[in-house]
C-alpha cells in the first residue's frame, strides 16, 4: 500500500511565500514522475507542475517563473516552493505519483489528500 501526504499549506498574504511538501510512503519499487496539481473553488484540477525521475520539470503558465517543482529521490520526497504569491493560487493543493510497488508489475497512479493554500490579506 502506497501513501501520499502533503503539507506545508496555509494562509498566506499576497506575495508571501510558502514550500509545500510531500512524502511517498509504503511498499514501494520506484517513484517515476511526480506532480503538483491544485483546484479552486468551482474549477476543474489542474496541473501545476511536473517533475521526472531524472530532475527534467515543466511548469504550468500561470505559475512559472514562481513556482519551483523539485525532488529527492533518496527520500521519496516532492517538493513546491512557491513565490510571488496570488490572490488567484488560493486552492487545494494534491501531490501526484506514478509509482510502481514490484519491479515486475505495472504503474500506478496515487493522489495525497490535498493541503489548502490560500492567499489574502
Known amino acids: 500500500q502506497v501513501q501520499l501526504v502533503e503539507s506545508g499549506g496555509g494562509l498566506v498574504q499576497p506575495g508571501g511565500s510558502l514550500r509545500l511538501s510531500c512524502a511517498a510512503s509504503g511498499t514501494i519499487f520506484k517513484v517515476n514522475s511526480m506532480a503538483w496539481y491544485r483546484q479552486a473553488p468551482g474549477k476543474q484540477r489542474e496541473l501545476v507542475a511536473v517533475?521526472?525521475?531524472?530532475?527534467?520539470?515543466n511548469s504550468a503558465g500561470p505559475v512559472r517563473g514562481r513556482f519551483t517543482i523539485s525532488r529527492d529521490n533518496a527520500k521519496n520526497m516532492l517538493y513546491l516552493q512557491m513565490n510571488s504569491l496570488k490572490p488567484e493560487d488560493t486552492a487545494v493543493y494534491y501531490c501526484?505519483?506514478?509509482?510502481?510497488?514490484?519491479?515486475?508489475?505495472?504503474?500506478?497512479?496515487?493522489w495525497g489528500q490535498g493541503t489548502q493554500v490560500t492567499v489574502s490579506s
Open positions: 501526484n505519483a506514478a509509482i510502481q510497488t514490484t519491479n515486475w508489475g505495472p504503474t500506478y497512479n496515487y
Open positions: 517533475i521526472s525521475t531524472g530532475g527534467s520539470t
